[in-house]
């Protein structure tokens, strides 16, 4: 069953915007939208696809608990499959990007498909079992990537979760030496806090 999605901004706009979004996402979706309008002069739409089962759609592969009981269960392959349907105009530039394990999925399907001109990974969840060493092994097909993470975030007392900071910079690196336009933004604040501005301010800086 394929997922719902909303647009928002110009349907004519040369530039798409890829967002894998939750109802949290989708409560401040209008503020982000407002939000990249503010930062950038450029036409846009913006596409939220929207995830019933977060951790299983939106994993690259299966993984244990982390928080909670709900284990990760491997299916974003389906889930970039049906994404790279929405970006079938050759005429058109297509970002990805997203926020928490949906900024993730935007890194991860970088290595997967050239279809997208960027990534836009706000605080994403690097943090992730063998993640970076996948993003290490891995061609980067796409040439821009904003990464950014809340100066709060590496201080969970999630032993998982706490590495996210060095996970992060790690990816960094990854991205310099494999000489993809990269830009690490630190964020005030913990993993909840201003998550559609944090998105807005990443698509608006690969536009």
């Known amino acids: 069953m394929k997922a719902k999605t909303c647009e928002y901004g110009k349907s004519s706009a040369d530039i798409v915007l890829i967002q894998p979004v939750d ?4 409560s401040v979706i209008e503020n982000e939208v407002n939000e990249i309008s503010r930062l950038t002069n450029r036409d846009f739409l913006l596409i939220a696809y929207q995830i019933s089962d977060w951790n299983r759609e939106l994993s690259p592969w299966p993984a244990p608990p982390v928080f909670g009981k709900a284990d990760f269960g491997g299916a974003a392959g389906e889930t970039l499959s049906e994404i790279i349907n929405l970006c079938g105009n050759a005429n058109k530039t297509y970002y990805i990007g997203g926020y928490s ?11 997967q498909t050239d279809r997208f001109a960027g990534v836009a990974a706000a605080s994403p969840s690097v ?5 970076i060493d996948h993003l290490k092994a891995s061609d980067i097909k796409t040439g821009k990537v904003y990464l950014s993470l809340g100066d709060k975030e590496e201080k969970s007392k999630n032993p998982v979760m706490s590495t996210v900071g060095d996970r992060i910079r790690e990816a960094g690196e990854i991205l310099n030496v494999k000489e993809v336009a990269c830009n690490l933004e630190w ?18 800086w690969l536009m």
């Open 23 to 26: 109802d949290n996402d989708m």
């Open 101 to 111: 394990l949906a900024g993730l999925f935007a890194l991860w399907a970088a290595t």
């Open 127 to 131: 943090w992730f079992p063998g993640f």
């Open 187 to 204: 964020n005030a604040g913990n993993h909840f806090r201003d998550s559609d501005i944090r998105t807005a301010k990443a698509f608006a």
